[in-house]
């Protein structure tokens, strides 16, 4: 059974930091791409950060310079470092699995929420 479990949301002050967690089981964690989503009340989707297998690198333009996504594959976890934190990045924060060449296809977690106040 695949789980993949977010941990470390909350509620921090503008400019603040915090790091999300996902511990990832079920799966050979070292051999898929992660990816970090959220979604706010009444928007879309959207791809945060992404890490893929071999440790490649990419970030939405909204959170470039601020976050940093990271991976342990000796602890099955894929990791969101968020700092300078702004309003606008509450949200429910959710880690996706998926291999090369998936479309429309993926493991997901649960969420964890994250509230930033101004």
């Known amino acids: 059974q695949v789980q993949l479990v977010e941990s470390g949301g909350g509620l921090v002050q503008a400019g603040g930091s915090l790091r999300v967690s996902c511990a990832v089981s079920g799966i050979i964690f070292s051999v898929y791409n992660m990816g970090w989503y959220r979604q706010a009340p009444g928007k879309q989707r959207q791809l945060v950060a992404s890490?893929?297998?071999?440790?490649?690198?990419n970030y939405a333009d909204s959170v470039k310079g601020r976050f940093t996504i990271s991976r342990d594959n000796a602890k099955n976890t894929v990791y969101l470092q968020m700092n300078s934190l702004k309003p606008e990045d509450t949200a429910v924060y959710s880690c996706n699995a998926k291999m090369t060449g998936w479309v429309n296809r993926g493991y997901w977690g649960q969420g964890t929420q994250v509230t930033v106040s101004s």
């Open positions: 890490i893929t297998s071999g440790g490649t690198t």
